[in-house]
């Protein structure tokens, strides 16, 4: 295995980079791999390409064509997606000394020249884990598709809310970097192994308290093609997005801790139910029996669901100023 190098080149701010380590998660990518490899620089001391049982043999046409000393193929000998593939990568690279693991996609879409620029709020002791984001700049939303738009605009608030990392946005972007001790802590066996890898690792990320941070990136659009069934993932994105929201307030908010939110949350739910209950049931028989519903029914149907209401958004925003801001790389290990 790679060893640290003892001359570290630095990024384009001047800052001394720890050890990285890059995956680079494989599936029919014969077409694009070798011109990733090439661009990746200096300041990477290890390559992991990942073959993810790819039926072209991407792992032996990387071992055939590659000559820079840094790169190591490993092969699963299932298919298990682009979760599992970046897994068994990540599995690979915490042996080594790396202290960064970054993830870059072997499709040509990501610019290994930005590496250095995603791995800055790690080696800044600002984050645990940095991702990249398409919609930081005007321009790279003009260039980019507008089912894309769409597509990730819906993802990101679903993602929101089920990771609990209000402050981050385009969560499906492949392009990330991650500090061994958050790695490390990561239970890798009950991360999703498909599409939804990307999102699920923030929430998984969001339950050790992990600090994330955007990186603004742009995107490169070529000859690529995805590999994503749409009407396959949108019902799955959904239903994880849906289970893992509830997962993430039951645990943060009723077993690792209770407080106002607690509260707000329970009995903001219980007056908005009651109010929605109630004025149905009174508006039914109203309309059954032709006779108008009094004042003071409607007042007592309408407060609780305004209350209700009110007592959510409190919890909204309790919710958005929790999200993490002391990286786990700083916090002493007992």
Known sequence: MPTTPTDRPEAKTGLSLPPIAVVIPCYRETGHVLDVLADIGPEVMAIFVVDDACPDGTGDFVEDANTDPRVHVIRNALNTGVGGATIAGYKAALTTDAEIIVKIDGDGQMDPKLIPVISAPIAEGRADYAKGNRFHRNQAVRDMPGTRIVGNFTLSFLSKLSSGYWNVFNP????????????????????????????????????????????????????????????????????????????RIVFNYFVRDAGIATVQLVLGKILLLFGVVFGAVKWYGSLQSGIPATAGTVVLAALPIIVGSQLLIAFLGNDVKNVPTKPLQNQATS
């Open 172 to 247: 499906t972007n492949g392009f990330t970097a991650i500090h061994r001790k958050a790695a490390n802590d990561l239970p890798f066996d009950m991360l999703s192994k498909g599409f939804f890898f990307e999102s699920d690792i923030l929430f998984q990320l969001g339950l050790i308290r992990a600090v994330v941070e955007d990186v603004p990136m742009a995107a490169r659009y070529g000859r690529e093609t995805s590999g994503i069934n749409i009407p396959r993932v949108v019902p799955e994105f959904l239903f994880k997005h849906a289970l893992n929201t509830c997962k």
